[in-house]
């Protein structure tokens, strides 16, 4: 392998963007096994699967980019993007069950009026609860978070294309690279989190330290790698 | 309802465990790729199957005893992180090796990467998140390890070598990685997912282990028909069926053994019972 000017800035890009998926779990409202029973705010599945989600769609969306065009800028749009989609389509279906199915009311118990339509939340919340399906400050802040994610995963992906021109390994390494980063900030926020309102965001810096020396430790490996045997 | 019999079950000790774990797996990866190259064909490639039950039941070890302390995600987190960091770790051991010209070392390399990362991610854990877990370092020191020879032994079972083009072209390129990511991941997490609680014993974890292993060999087995052919790929589907039924029958057992009463619902038969 040569090494250049572009190693470093693909080290950096692969860095960026684990960071962004790191911080941008923190956006996502996940409830994990509670919100499932409609007994806490958030989607009702674990942080894993939902950053999963949005960043294989986000990354699938970027490489269908990639095939079309070389530009940086529309790749990682195209990746946030689809990574929004998805977000979004999981948390208004969701709503739907809540909504229709369950018949909970949408509330917060971690604010006293949502940030964003200034509605009273702690007369909605159910006793014994803390708070039911996906209020609107969840469901904005959940897709921020999913634009992060998206950013992250087609920044990741972006640099080892170029590097061992194999969108395969490329999109699977990518995944690696993901999971690490989306398990240690789920890791940090202890499974579950409404948003950027939730107190435990105050938490983002530690998943910002713990990320950036996880991921440093698989950029460097990453640009390493070199396609050989007429691959 | 039937008298209790007397089980095989057993208790080992991590730190035995993780140098069988260790040990087996890698012993076995090279024994399949001798084993195949020898006599010039690819129906050893099962051996590295094998070689990855080895792997998978020091990761469900460690997920046992991270998982106890309650990490507040869910047991499914460590075992996506453990084929994550494997994942990376598979890829960059074999191409540098190939890079440096000692292919068959990749196995070595990959695993010492992991072992390192691993360890790392577990400080960043104990030390940056505040987890103050004391086995945290090195149960994930394992479960990298776990992740990746899980992934270098079914590797080998799909793709029948250890050079890092054919494992680019057969597995990652064709896309079964994917399969191998989940199957493996599912051998890792699941036995402590569905056997967790105070009444949880290392022999049924361990056993339920195995036989996810085993069916993970059978999904394996169906990848090895697409890519090694009919005779490999129906040699792994039946030994996946074998170990899968042999583990299935003992975890059956086991669970009869741990439960306080055993009632039939009418479905099975008394004598299946």
């Not at chain 1, 969306?61 to 070389?70: F, I």
């Not at chain 1, 897709?143 to 995963?153: E, H, N, P, V």
């Not at chain 2, 792994?236 to 009632?263: C, E, H, N, P, T």
Request: aromatic share 10%.
């Amino acid at each position: 392998m040569t090494f250049d000017i572009n190693t470093i800035i693909y080290i950096l890009e692969i860095i960026v963007g684990g960071l962004l998926v790191g911080v941008g779990v923190h956006f996502v409202p996940v409830g994990g096994a509670p919100a499932a029973m409609a007994q806490a705010t958030g989607i009702g599945t674990g942080t894993v699967q939902l950053a999963a989600g949005s960043g294989l769609t986000g990354l699938l969306s970027a490489g269908l980019m990639m095939s079309v065009t070389d530009n940086l800028w529309a790749i990682l749009a195209t990746g946030a993007v689809g990574a929004m989609i998805m977000i979004d389509a999981t948390m208004l279906a969701g709503s739907w069950i809540y909504a229709y199915a369950v018949g909970a009311p949408f509330a917060s118990a971690k604010v006293n009026y949502d940030p964003i339509t200034g509605f009273s939340q702690p007369p909605y919340v159910a006793p014994g609860t803390v708070g039911q399906g996906i209020p609107t400050v969840c469901f904005v802040s959940g897709t921020i978070g999913a634009a992060m994610g998206g950013l992250g995963g087609a920044m990741i992906y972006y640099p080892l294309v170029q590097i061992n021109g194999n969108p395969a390994m490329s999109a699977i390494f990518a995944i690696g690279i993901f999971f690490v980063d989306a398990v240690l900030a789920s890791w940090n926020i202890q499974g579950t989190i409404e948003g950027f309102h939730d107190p435990k965001f105050k938490k983002w810096p530690n998943a910002f330290k713990s990320c950036l020396v996880a991921t440093a430790i698989l950029a460097v490996v990453a640009v390493l790698i070199t396609p050989i045997g007429g691959v | 309802m039937a008298e209790k019999t007397v089980v095989k079950g057993f208790k080992i000790e991590p730190k035995q465990l993780r140098i069988y774990g260790l040990v087996g797996s890698v012993v076995g990866i090279y024994l399949a790729y001798i084993l195949n190259s020898v006599t010039g064909t690819n129906i050893f490639s099962f051996v590295g199957a094998l070689a990855a039950l080895f792997g998978v039941v020091m990761g469900a070890n460690a997920v046992r005893r991270v998982c106890a302390y309650g990490i507040g995600t869910g047991v499914p987190s460590i075992g996506m992180l453990s084929l994550g960091m494997g994942t990376v770790a598979v890829l960059f051991g074999l191409n540098i090796a190939e890079q440096l010209g000692v292919g068959l070392l990749g196995v070595i390399l990959a695993l010492v990467y992991s072992l390192i990362f691993g360890y790392v991610v577990g400080l960043i854990a104990n030390r940056v998140m505040g987890f103050n877990i004391p086995i945290m370092e090195e149960g994930l020191t394992d479960l990298s390890g776990a992740g990746t020879l899980a992934i270098l032994g079914w590797c080998f079972a799909i793709s029948g070598s250890l050079a890092y083009a054919d494992i680019v072209k057969d597995v990652f390129n064709t896309g079964f990685l994917a399969i191998i990511f989940i199957c493996g991941g599912l051998a890792i997490l699941h036995p402590f997912n569905a056997n967790l609680g105070p009444d949880e014993k290392q022999d049924r974890t361990l056993v339920n282990g195995v036989m996810v292993g085993g069916m993970s060999t059978i999904a394996t087995g169906i990848c090895a028909l697409m890519t090694l052919g009919l005779a490999a790929g129906m040699v792994q589907i039946v030994v996946g069926f074998a170990i899968w039924y042999y583990f299935y029958v003992w975890y059956f057992r086991l669970a009869k053994r741990d439960a306080s009463a055993v009632v039939g619902t009418g479905l099975l038969p008394p004598s299946a019972l």
